[in-house]
């Protein structure tokens, strides 16, 4: 069954499903499923969208992009959610890479996409402000009442989740019908996700965890969800309280900024029954400063191609097991390995490997990328794990040089490609420094060309033109070479002892 909405229509119809905390709007079951159909009828009628196309969305949380989702769901398109923090040319590879049929932006963000080459030829083009007009609650159509079954397969995609890759460009993780549903179950069985289970949603739409961490679970079991555009620690504490959550999500940056709130020792957290924490590890003092006030932590680990909920950390376990990302959820096998694929025993090192009805059947369009992280029916998440005897399981490095700031992973390569584009850079590597406010932000080590001068923020300038702002450098030093292996590969080890010196 991939209309939810039909399901709960029936089941609940006058539930409220989502708030929008910043209007106060809302939509109930009912609504959800009556405007889905408007839409989709919409969609197929007036923009030719059929099973498979792809719908890219550039707009933060909010009542129609959900209205979207379950048009997705009856309809059978893709939805296509684009990072509002990226620069123009990074957006612009998105959309020639989703090759949308329609592509839709809120208001605030329509001159970014409007400055991508890619806007003026793409197929079709909306805004949100017509789509909220279209979908107004208010009025009653004929389209409402019934939106014709769809031949939908199970392993169809339901979303395209760019994440960034070592090739320094964004691959489209393929996410599935089945990979929402199981996603759905494993989250449900770890945790206490039901009817009435309540939460508030601060994850950015282009971030798996924005959909899938709660959101897409809680709309599969009926519960209810309070969107927000953006995090905000005062306005999130109160509602917390006012909105009686159950379960909150959130990265351990956020939940700092929580606690160093004044209001939050007078905080009633009695509604809630324990934190998600997820993007990096909790420290334990932040975690015991939950605790005390009688709320527990639940650490996790999740990866958009997988799950993404794949892992939980009891909470009567997280200062014994600190550090730890838990045991796998219900309906996910791991294995940790050697370069050989060969099982590691307790303790030792190894990748981990993923398998389960949660895997993604592939990337968009990408079959290179496709066969290097899927081979032999496991996925290869590109992370080194060890489990201990007791089957908890620990991140212990990256294989792919990832960092973590501020909860959004950070590649380097994507920062060395457009520092190389620099005229008077030679060469360039990109390293994680520690950050006292986001966990981790990069340091980049640069040659210059022979003959040329450029200044430290004049290179920052020129990241900030072309990337994100959480993937620009804190820093840049100046080297004379970079230090390489015998193969002539950049040696990171060797700046990693460097990083502290300079």
Do not use: N
């Given at each position: 069954m991939m209309d939810w909405f039909s399901k709960w229509a029936q089941y609940s119809p006058d539930k409220i499903a989502l708030k929008e905390f910043?209007?106060?709007?809302?939509?109930?079951?009912?609504?959800?499923h009556r405007l889905g159909n408007r839409l989709a009828h919409h969609l197929q009628r007036e923009f030719g969208v059929v099973r498979g196309d792809r719908v890219a969305v550039l707009a933060e949380n909010c009542l129609e992009y959900?209205?979207?989702?379950?048009?997705?769901q009856k309809l059978g398109f893709i939805l296509v959610p684009l990072n509002y923090r990226l620069a123009g040319p990074e957006l612009d590879y998105l959309l020639c890479n989703a090759e949308p049929q329609l592509a839709l932006a809120e208001a605030k963000f329509q001159a970014l996409i409007e400055s991508t080459p890619a806007w003026a030829t793409l197929p079709q083009r909306w805004s949100l402000g017509e789509l909220a007009d279209l979908t107004d609650p208010a009025r009653s159509t004929p389209d409402d009442a019934h939106f014709p079954a769809q031949l939908i397969d199970d392993n169809d995609p339901v979303f395209i989740l760019y994440t960034s890759g070592?090739?320094?460009?964004?691959?489209?993780?393929?996410?599935?019908?089945k990979m929402l549903f199981w996603n759905s179950i494993n989250t449900a069985i770890s945790l206490i996700v039901n009817s009435e289970s309540r939460t508030l949603n601060v994850m950015p739409p282009f971030h798996t965890g924005g959909w899938n961490v709660l959101v897409t679970p809680f709309l599969h079991h009926g519960g209810?969800?309070?969107?927000?555009?953006?995090?905000?620690?005062?306005?999130v504490l109160k509602a917390l309280e006012e909105e009686r959550c159950t379960l909150f999500m959130g990265v351990p940056t956020m939940l700092k900024m929580l606690a160093?709130?004044?209001?939050?020792?007078?905080?009633d957290f009695s509604s809630l029954l324990y934190l998600i924490v997820g993007g990096e590890p909790m420290p334990v003092p932040l975690i015991e400063q939950w605790h005390e006030k009688g709320v527990f932590v639940r650490q996790g680990y999740g990866m958009t191609e997988v799950g993404p909920n794949l892992t939980s950390l009891h909470q009567a376990d997280a200062v014994r097991k600190k550090g730890s990302i838990g045991r796998p959820n219900f309906y996910v096998e791991v294995r940790i390995v050697d370069e050989l694929d060969h099982d590691m025993p307790p303790n030792q090192p190894g990748e981990l490997l993923l398998r389960g009805p949660m895997v993604t059947p592939g990337y968009w369009r990408n079959p290179d990328a496709t066969a290097a992280a899927l081979r032999s029916g496991w996925f290869h998440s590109g992370d080194m794990a060890r489990m201990d005897e007791e089957g908890y399981l620990y991140i212990v490095d990256r294989l792919k040089n990832m960092f973590i700031s501020g909860g959004e992973n950070v590649y380097p390569a994507e920062i060395e490609r457009v520092l190389v584009s620099h005229p008077a850079v030679s060469e360039a590597a990109v390293t994680a420094v520690p950050d006292e406010r986001w966990g981790e932000t990069g340091r980049a080590f640069v040659v210059l060309r022979s003959g040329q001068t450029v200044s430290?923020?004049?290179?920052?300038d020129f990241c900030g033109d072309h990337l994100a702002r959480f993937k620009i450098p804190r820093s840049v030093v100046f080297l004379p070479a970079l230090p390489k292996n015998d193969t002539g590969k950049i040696n990171r080890k060797a700046l990693l002892s460097l990083k502290f010196e300079v």
């Open positions: 910043e209007t106060g709007r809302t939509l109930t079951y009912g609504q959800l959900v209205l979207l989702f379950a048009a997705a070592t090739t320094g460009f964004p691959k489209g993780a393929l996410y599935t019908h209810y969800t309070c969107l927000f555009k953006k995090f905000d620690p005062a306005a160093d709130e004044p209001g939050f020792a007078g905080a430290e923020q004049a290179l920052l």
